[in-house]
């Protein structure tokens, strides 16, 4: 059973953020989750008012992870890294705006948060950091040029933590999701049906047909896979990339 910790989760408002948020509270840990639209986690502050404070915010702004990290406990045990990604486009369509639109929000945050919250987790010879990005990070997807592209960038970057940080009771590690049943799944079935000028149900049927599995992931298995690297049990699981994704990434 793993033992309560304090636990910072990005990303907390919606998709796989908020069930790994539900999921961690169940297991009685203390969080610290971050959003930009905090409405859904007013119902599991209700629920948890002892183990949870939300923080709003824009974690693209260099600013706000300073305050954010500053404010986190000196016995903090671990972050779950995670934020939404860029829109549903192929490369063609991409402006160089949004490439570097993009690289705020898929590296930068990532890379100035760990720096900062890496000392503690030193001082205490204890610290799990696991980034959640997508399928993508190991095989491009269809309609998703930014986050194919800029997320490999992720892998180099935490197998370098690794060799950085041998000995130290830290582990990093990336859970790459693939479709599962969130508001970033509807968005590309959206794309999907302007593309090729099919219904909604038609396109949902063409993403599905494409797994190994035959279905679209769920939230809450994704959720408790997550805990489990994020606890004590997976002291060994270091430098991996997890894919999570119905068989895809084969």
């Given amino acids: ?42 119902k599991l502050k209700k629920a948890y008012p002892k183990q949870l404070e939300i923080i709003p915010g824009d ?59 890496l000392p503690g987790f030193k001082r205490n010879k204890y610290g799990r950091l696991l980034y959640s990005e997508s399928t993508s990070i190991t095989r491009p997807v269809d309609n998703l040029g930014l986050s194919n592209s800029l997320r490999m960038a992720i892998i180099g970057y935490v197998k370098t933590l690794v060799l950085e940080n041998t000995n130290s009771g830290i582990t990093f590690n990336i859970i790459a999701p693939g479709y599962h049943e969130t508001k970033a799944v509807e968005r590309l079935y959206r794309k999907l049906s302007d593309q090729q000028n099919i219904s909604l149900e038609q396109a949902q049927k063409l993403l599905t047909a494409k797994i190994p599995t035959g279905s679209i992931g769920n939230a809450n298995d994704y959720a408790s896979l997550a805990a489990w690297i994020l606890s004590e049990q997976a002291a060994f699981l270091n430098g991996q990339v997890i894919n999570l994704d119905g068989g895809t990434s084969v």
């Fill in 1 to 42: 059973m793993s033992v309560s910790k304090k636990i910072l989760v990005t990303g907390a408002g919606s998709g796989l953020g908020y069930a790994v948020a539900q999921n961690l509270l169940k297991s009685e840990h203390i969080l610290f989750v971050v959003a930009r639209n905090t409405g859904s986690l007013e």
């Fill in 59 to 117: 974690l693209r702004e260099p600013a706000f992870i300073k305050d954010l990290a500053a404010k986190m406990p000196h016995d903090l045990g671990g972050a779950f890294i995670n934020a939404g990604g860029p829109p549903a486009a192929t490369l063609e369509e991409t402006s160089m705006e949004q490439w570097d639109e993009a690289y705020r929000q898929l590296i930068r945050w990532k890379v100035q948060l760990s720096q900062l919250l």
